[in-house]
């Protein structure tokens, strides 16, 4: 069975890798401690990424041109 890792890719170009989903979310809350991690269709759906967006109210009504960073499983 192969084991994944997480990779964030921040807006401005930044991309950080975690072996863990805690350590993913940790990281984004240290960025934004008010983010709005997820969304109908991400990962815990089995879609292929999940999106970040600041607040909730960012992330209300938006498919992704404000989220601040999206999460992607790495397999290895």
Known sequence: MASKDYEIRW???RVENF???DEVEARVLDEFPEAAIG???DLSDFGDRTLCWRT???AL???GARA???IHEVKR
């Open 11 to 13: 807006a401005w170009g």
């Open 19 to 21: 072996p863990t989903w």
């Open 39 to 41: 969304h109908p269709g």
């Open 56 to 58: 909730e109210e960012e």
């Open 61 to 63: 009504n938006d498919p």
């Open 68 to 70: 601040v960073c999206v």
